[in-house]
Nanobody, 123 residues
Framework: QAQLVESGGGLVQAGGSLRLSCLASGRTFGVYHMGWFRQAPGKEREFVAAVAWNNLYTYYADSVKGRFTISRDNAKNTMDLQMNNLKPEDTAVYYC????????????????WGQGTQVTVSS
């Protein structure tokens, strides 16, 4: 099993940057593909980015491509999401997730979820 804890959210002005982190517990972190999702008020949870277990392959939603970068460090059991040029429409609760399917953009493809961290982008 894996337990996931996100951190790094906050309030930032449009055009600014934030870096989210996800810390995983458990010795099997390296076998899971990892992803970031987000959920804005009144909307469904949506895919943001995914990274394969070996950090060699990444996959992004069109809405964040070129602005966000996902990465992981299996030695530290961490996964990060560097978010640049943030826009007000990026405002949401961001969740990290772990699963055994790659590439995977559906919530059903992930087995474990964190509790989420709030990102608010002001205009």
């Amino acid at each position: 099993q894996a337990q996931l804890v996100e951190s790094g959210g906050g309030l930032v002005q449009a055009g600014g940057s934030l870096r989210l982190s996800c810390l995983a517990s458990g010795r099997t972190f390296g076998v899971y593909h990892m992803g970031w999702f987000r959920q804005a008020p009144g909307k469904e949870r949506e895919f943001v980015a995914a990274v394969a277990w070996n950090n060699l392959y990444t996959y992004y939603a069109d809405s964040v491509k070129g602005r966000f970068t996902i990465s992981r460090d299996n030695a530290k059991n961490t996964m990060d999401l560097q978010m640049n040029n943030l826009k007000p429409e990026d405002t949401a609760v961001y969740y990290c997730a772990a699963g055994r399917v790659y590439p995977a953009a559906g919530t059903r493809d992930y087995d474990y979820w964190g509790q989420g961290t709030q990102v608010t982008v002001s205009s």
